[in-house]
């Protein structure tokens, strides 16, 4: 096909889009549905699992020792768990260290006077990291046995290892509830744009028999449809960004039932709208513009006939 | 130009499953460059399955079609645009598109066959000034008289310059003074060159001309004259052929 065809094509595409009025914008607005929700249910696995990771990467267990234990003898536990295979690091944290760390919270000045250096209740530490998050437990049973007693003020770690686990847990339910819904609405969308091809190919028989009668060639009475179904994707793919964005930016999130998972998380996914806006829309386009031009060549190619 | 060599075609029927209909039965003809052939018949006789098989909308069960030493029944599907556009035809319903003006209607022909913009303004106005519709250009199809519409559709036909020019039944929806008209025009056409093969019904269209005529019945060639009358050797069918319809 010549350049000059193809300019030709796009501009009877272009035409059929409005021409077509109602039936263009039935289908823009499936589309733009379909790809939203897609787009919000992605964006909200990838957040939940980016964030995991950094709390698994964060877990760890603390044990605090009574003042009055010897720091050669953290030391030497500390050098023993560390040789365990399964420690990945022991951290020490003195008194001196953790007066900093509690300086750095962010809490009032009056909360952080409490403490001073010269005045320092703050137990010394040891921090473990293992390989797996999941081994903390079986190390802090180490430290709740009889020969620390002594020695062992506090053992802490379970908090995080429950959020972590409801918060894989949600995840995967909301993952798979969103590609239950996406997958409704591409069928949906595809029901009705094959049907609006077809109604709109019947309708255009007489265009299509002068078409042919006159030396057209397959390719010019095809194109056009696909050229329209071309731009009803790329519209509605257009559309479901900035709707996947207000719907971020108010946080709508909160007041969706299957999503409240992703009311603490609605920042987070904000900011990975926008850190990720390029692939987001590449991929949003790619995908609006691909299945609608699918949707319709299979009406075309059964229903244009040359 | 055009050769039929033992050419049989029959259609399904859709109401009797497994039962063909014979449209046209072992037909013989030979149409040389530059007539202009009268296709007669009764109603059912086979001149619109001829014409469908002569613009390769329909192959032929068997049998040669020949144009211009081509054999067009084994053209490849990408093949056939290029073929329409040697053969220019023409409908008792015109064909025309409502919602493009007169000059729109030719210059879309030329627009989905990849004709340069220069071509296009060049063409139209000469088409539209062949068929003496020259002020009628910005107009739309309802606008047009009956014979203007189908003056409309045979400049169409003719944008291509096709060597071939085919009409069925192109004055069944006008009245007499409008089907000279149109006549005169295809007449005029054939002095150029292009060959005509006009189906009809209209028995005053094809004495006046007195040129060729071939009467078509069930399917057969029944009479082949080089100056003919519109007469059918079967009573019934001559009675059959007033005021029918396609
Ligand atoms: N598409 C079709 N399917 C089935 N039968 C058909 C089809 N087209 C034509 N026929 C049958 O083939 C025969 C020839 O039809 P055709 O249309 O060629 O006749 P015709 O001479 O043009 O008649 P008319 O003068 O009424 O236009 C008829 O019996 C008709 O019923
Ligand atoms: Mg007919």
């Given at each position: ?38 787009g919000v249910?992605a964006i909200q696995?990838f957040v ?193 960004l900035?709707?996947v964005y207000l719907f971020l930016r ?16 609605a920042p987070d996914m904000l900011e990975f709208f926008w850190s990720n806006l390029v692939t987001i829309t590449?991929?949003t ?22 | ?246």
């Amino acid at each position: 096909m010549s350049l000059r065809s193809l300019g030709r094509v796009l501009r009877f595409g272009l035409m059929n889009v409005l021409r077509n009025g109602w039936f263009s914008i039935a289908s823009i607005i499936v589309i733009t549905i379909t790809l939203f929700i897609i787009g919000v249910f992605a964006i909200q696995s990838f957040v939940i699992v980016g964030t995991t990771q950094g709390i698994q990467d964060k877990l760890d267990l603390s044990v605090y020792f009574n003042d009055d234990v010897p720091e050669e003898d953290i030391l030497a536990i500390r050098t023993a768990v560390a040789n365990r295979p399964d420690v990945k690091s022991v951290d020490y944290i003195s008194k001196e260290r953790a007066f900093e760390i509690w300086q750095e919270r962010r809490t009032s000045e009056r909360v952080k006077s409490l403490v001073t250096p010269e005045d320092n209740p703050l137990p010394r530490s040891l921090v473990i990291h293992a390989y797996d998050p999941g081994k903390l437990g079986t190390l802090a049973k180490l430290f709740e046995r009889d020969q620390y007693q002594e020695q062992v003020r506090r053992v802490s770690y379970r908090d995080n290892q429950s959020v972590i686990e409801s918060l894989v847990a949600t995840a995967r339910s909301v993952r798979q509830s969103g590609w239950i819904l996406a997958a409704i609405f591409f069928f949906l969308s595809f029901v009705l744009i094959y049907n609006m091809t077809r109604v709109i190919i019947l309708s255009r028989a007489h265009e299509i028999e002068i078409m042919r009668l006159v030396g057209s060639t397959t390719t010019f009475v095809r194109a056009p449809y696909l050229v329209e179904a071309a731009v009803i994707g790329f519209v509605g793919a257009l559309l479901a960004l900035g709707a996947v964005y207000l719907f971020l930016r108010y946080d709508l999130a909160s007041a969706t039932p299957l999503l409240s998972i992703a009311k603490f998380l609605a920042p987070d996914m904000l900011e990975f709208f926008w850190s990720n806006l390029v692939t987001i829309t590449i991929v949003t386009l790619l995908l609006g513009i691909g299945s609608t031009v699918f949707m319709s060549s299979v009406a075309v190619r059964r229903f244009v006939k040359f | 130009m055009i050769d039929l060599v033992h050419v049989t075609k029959s259609y399904a029927r859709v109401s009797h499953p497994g039962q063909r209909v014979l449209a046209l039965d072992d037909v013989s003809l030979t149409i040389e460059k530059g007539e202009l052939v009268s296709l007669v018949g009764p109603s059912g006789a086979g001149k619109s399955t001829l014409v469908r098989l002569l613009i390769a909308e329909e192959r032929p069960d068997s049998g040669k079609l020949l144009v211009a030493e081509r054999d067009i029944s084994r053209l490849a599907p990408r093949e056939l645009p290029y073929y329409r556009r040697k053969v220019g035809v023409v409908f008792q319903d015109f064909k025309l598109l409502p919602r493009k003006t007169v000059a729109e209607n030719i210059a879309f022909a030329l627009e989905v066959s990849d004709a340069s913009p220069a071509d296009i303004r060049e063409r139209v106005p000469r088409m539209l000034t062949l068929v003496g519709l020259a002020d009628k250009g910005a107009n739309y199809p309802n606008e047009l008289s009956g014979g203007e519409k189908q003056r409309l559709a045979i400049a169409r036909a003719m944008v291509h310059s096709p060597r071939i020019l085919i009409a069925d039944e192109p004055t069944g929806n006008l009245d007499p003074g409008t089907t000279t008209e149109i006549v005169e025009l295809l007449e005029r056409i054939n002095r150029s060159g292009t060959t005509i093969i006009l189906a009809t019904h209209n028995k005053d269209v094809v004495d006046r001309l007195r040129r060729r005529v071939i009467a078509v019945e069930h399917g057969r060639v029944v009479s082949d004259r080089q100056i003919g009358r519109y007469e059918l050797p079967s009573h019934h069918a001559a009675v059959g052929a007033e005021g029918l319809g396609s």
